[in-house]
């Protein structure tokens, strides 16, 4: 039930104090979060309809990524009540043949995301000199997401798994766009004696930035083995 709101703040559409307030006053009136968005003026139906018909469609695709999954597709065998539900605006129609498509290329893609990126846990940052920073920020706008300085995003501090959130974008859309600045060299994980130099200073005054460090360095062993 809180799906509108997830949509609208990924896409920056949706303040904090906005999405608190519309979550009590849901609670509140016992109806559906959407209507409460608008009635408040927060944001308009037809941006409500783009952002769920937008999560929808990603989460359809996050299925076909499933590794230990099978499908199958009857033709002609329609759900109960389909007919009714074709007069409903708010039901999403996407043509099979676009939808296999995409998913075919997402699967192929995918192959090479996963051993780019082997755990979201990771932490990034901007690849030393050259032309980085100007070819990361044209990644960051092309792939229209909320915040296109790579200096904010790739800071060394931010793990692989909140930036679909920071970003604005879908988990895939990120890892795509993570995925192609690293094999091209302009942005790099973290290295072994970089997440120990930081976790130590981060024991002083940041816990938070502290824990995100150990994890990341979980993978290879914990900080301070030999």
């Not at 979550?23 to 409460?36: A, K, P, Q, S, W």
């Not at 692989?160 to 990120?174: C, H, K, N, Q, V």
Request: glycine share 8%.
């Amino acid at each position: 039930r809180g799906r509108p709101c997830r949509g609208l703040r990924r896409r920056g559409e949706i303040p904090p104090g906005q999405r608190d307030r519309a979550l009590e006053l849901h609670r509140e009136r016992d109806t559906r979060l959407g209507n409460v968005l608008v009635d408040e003026g927060y944001t308009t139906p037809e941006r409500i309809l783009d952002a769920r018909r937008h999560q929808v469609e990603e989460e359809i695709y996050e299925c076909f990524a499933w590794e230990d999954a099978f499908f199958e597709f009857d033709k002609g065998q329609l759900p109960d009540g389909f007919e009714l539900r074709q007069s409903d605006p708010e039901e999403f129609r996407f043509p099979v043949s676009s939808v296999l498509m995409e998913a075919v290329r997402r699967i192929d893609e995918l192959k090479m995301i996963r051993t780019t990126l082997p755990s979201e846990r990771r932490l990034y940052t901007l690849a030393e000199g050259g032309d980085h920073t100007k070819r990361a920020t044209k990644a960051l706008e092309e792939a229209k997401a909320r915040v296109t300085d790579p200096a904010e995003v790739f800071n060394g501090k931010l793990s692989l798994a909140a930036m679909p959130y920071y970003l604005g974008l879908s988990r895939f859309e990120t890892q795509s766009l993570l995925t192609g600045l690293i094999v091209a060299g302009h942005v790099r994980p973290l290295l072994r004696h970089e997440l120990e130099s930081n976790f130590r200073a981060a024991l002083e005054d940041d816990l938070d930035y502290a824990l995100r460090l150990y994890e990341c360095a979980l993978e290879s062993g914990p900080l301070g083995d030999p």
